[in-house]
């Protein structure tokens, strides 16, 4: 027989904190029996008789929900043609008399338009799914899963987010210094037609860049589309979380004690994602959120197993 202890901490954004406490779970090392309650520990009351802690302040904690906000990537073809209309719409300046040089000034601000139709969205999509922006930015809970997630993708033979960020950031950069170079020589073109020309190469040369990484926004839609579809905890609700061994029955209580339907198996590492359910309210109580996540670091939160 093995003991699982859950401790139940649920705050209030309101400023009322309610009672820890501790429960004693006996669960045999079958995950699919039904597992009891034995006692309530000793320490629980003395923490009930002498009050909860202090919240935190509520200025200081950050917001769930954030991962569902990442951006989508666009495929890279559509983000050439994006660029391509952005090149078109340049006029040419009427200030200008003589034909060269309109021809040349045409050349060098469709070259700068293509880098900004670009560079642009890589830039907003590179500080989504940077690591370190995502720690600072994300709920500790979020961040947790979204790495996780990430792990997870990679040991099936995915990228990894810093591989992803990496590789857009290297794409960035050549498309910036192409579109540089090709506003210099358009400005230093001798001729109306050589001006063309200068256009014609950059987004040639552009195109190839992003046809060679065309994988790589493949691989971000799959990935972001895999973080936005993770649990999210709602901070102002009770929250509880069943940490144990494997194979001690907390799927079972998640499923006895809530409306989750995580799956429940007579071996270790049943759980292979995270699974949310909610604790039907009595008369005077709040809706409470049950979690369990997988056993095994390596396998957590491969996919949600559904939210209630």
Not at 73 to 86: I, V
Not at 87 to 110: C, E, F, G
Not at 125 to 151: C, G, K, N, Q, W
Not at 238 to 264: C, D, F, H, M, W
């Amino acid at each position: 027989m093995r003991q699982v202890v859950v401790a139940m901490l649920t705050l209030s954004r309101l400023g009322v904190v309610r009672p820890l406490r501790q429960a004693c779970f006996v669960a045999s090392p079958c995950g699919g029996r039904r597992v009891g309650v034995r006692r309530w520990s000793a320490e629980a009351s003395s923490v009930e008789a002498s009050g909860p802690p202090p919240p935190p302040p509520i200025g200081k904690l950050r917001p769930t929900g954030r991962l569902t906000q990442l951006p989508a990537s666009m495929p890279a073809e559509d983000l050439m043609n994006r660029a391509k209309r952005r090149a078109s719409q340049v006029a040419h300046d009427k200030n200008v008399n003589q034909l060269t040089p309109r021809a040349r000034k045409r050349a060098a601000q469709q070259a700068d338009a293509i880098g900004q139709a670009i560079s642009v969205p890589l830039r907003a999509l590179i500080r989504a799914y940077d690591v370190e922006e995502m720690r600072r930015r994300l709920h500790p809970f979020e961040f947790e899963t979204a790495r996780l997630t990430s792990r997870f993708r990679t040991r099936q033979g995915h990228y990894s987010l810093e591989q992803l960020v990496a590789e857009l950031s290297s794409l960035r950069r050549g498309v910036l210094e192409a579109t540089k170079q090709a506003a210099a020589d358009g400005k230093a073109a001798a001729s109306i037609d050589e001006a063309t020309q200068v256009v014609e190469r950059c987004v040639a040369d552009v195109a190839g860049r992003l046809k060679a990484r065309a994988s790589v926004f493949d691989e971000l839609k799959l990935a972001g589309r895999a973080l936005r579809r993770l649990p999210t905890v709602n901070l102002a609700t009770p929250t509880v979380v069943l940490v144990g061994a494997p194979n001690v029955g907390k799927s079972t209580l998640v499923r006895e004690l809530s409306t989750g339907e995580p799956t429940i198996g007579n071996y270790p590492f049943t759980t292979r994602g995270v699974s949310l359910g909610h604790v039907l309210p009595d008369d005077d109580e709040q809706v409470s959120q049950v979690l369990a996540a997988a056993e095994n670091d390596d396998d957590a939160f491969a996919a949600p197993q559904g939210e209630t």
